[in-house]
């Protein structure tokens, strides 16, 4: 009977078909939704999704989440969670349960200043497993997590109106990486594996750095992620200080893999900030299931010198 009213719903609806063909988040419902003939919904595929992060918070303990970014908006579903902004760090979320009494399951929505986006699932738990939380940490493994159940990691981001699109950012990102490099000297080199910025370009309220990492190892080499950090510097010690964690919006080409004894070029998108001369940036390549990650630092003089895309 099934198969039947499928092949209906097919030749009445040609988007049925394909519909059937991804991979649904919402399959229950769509199916509930076609079957009272509202023909025009569309289904959630699963790589649109974004995942969320379990908590379990009480009335006797306050749950603090530090984010790699200043806190700008916070929903809660109920009643039942109380949430506040710390005053002195507005980047850090305290988490409390209101009550025990008839505590049911809500969410939590966290959107920060760099327009990442942090969802949480909240359950009443007599002794919260954590209570101290840095997000921005979890990056690795919500990459790994989010590939494996098939949803969305990359596009965590809430675009501001002057932000280019996507698209965009791609084909600017590609101009890039055809550019010649124009900087010298600026890298490091770790275990037969070395990173170089060989150039900087801007366009809009983005850097491109255009990084070739050539693996001179006989093992491949595979990008897990990439962080880059803002910090003060200390002109008495030039010791790096206070560390602001920038992220990264887009990676070309978006192959994660350097062969045994090659090179490949990357263009990584971060968002531009403002540095004087007592800034530095730091950008660090941390190795899939390896420990060769690799830190550099580049001066605020050579981001001065960054090209117009």
């Avoid at 690795?140 to 969305?152: A, F, H, P, Q």
Wanted: hydrophobic content about 40%; overall charge neutral; some cysteine.
């Amino acid at each position: 009977m099934k198969k039947a009213i499928d092949l209906c719903l097919w030749m009445l609806f040609p988007f049925w078909g394909q519909a059937q063909l991804l991979d649904k988040a919402n399959p229950s419902m769509f199916e509930t939704v076609i079957g009272n003939r509202n023909h025009y919904v569309l289904p959630l595929d699963k790589s649109s999704v974004i995942g969320s992060y379990p908590l379990g918070i009480n009335e006797q303990k306050t749950v603090h989440v530090l984010f790699p970014s200043e806190i700008k908006e916070v929903d809660v579903g109920n009643q039942f969670v109380v949430v506040q902004v710390t005053e002195a760090f507005n980047n850090v979320l305290r988490i409390k349960a209101n009550s025990n009494t008839a505590f049911k399951e809500t969410n939590i929505t966290v959107i920060c200043k760099d327009g990442s986006l942090y969802s949480f699932l909240a359950n009443y738990r007599e002794n919260p497993e954590v209570i101290n939380l840095s997000i921005g940490h979890n990056r690795s493994s919500d990459e790994r997590i989010s590939k494996e159940l098939g949803i969305n990691f990359t596009q965590h981001r809430v675009l501001n109106e002057n932000d280019e699109s996507f698209t965009e950012i791609q084909d600017l990102a590609q101009r890039a990486l055809d550019k010649s490099g124009f900087i010298n000297n600026v890298g490091v080199y770790a275990m037969k594996v070395t990173a170089l910025l060989t150039g900087i370009y801007t366009k809009g309220d983005n850097l491109y750095y255009r990084i070739e990492i050539r693996n001179r190892s006989e093992i491949e080499y595979r990008i897990d992620f990439a962080k880059v950090f803002i910090s003060d510097v200390s002109e008495l010690r030039r010791v790096a200080v206070q560390e602001e964690e920038i992220p990264v919006k887009y990676r070309l080409p978006t192959d994660n893999m350097i062969p045994a004894s090659s090179e490949k070029t990357f263009v990584f998108v971060v968002p531009v900030k403002a540095l004087s001369a007592s800034k530095q940036v730091d950008f660090e390549l941390f190795e899939e299931k390896g420990a060769r990650h690799l830190r550099f630092t580049i001066d605020s003089k050579i981001i001065q010198k960054a090209k117009q895309l």
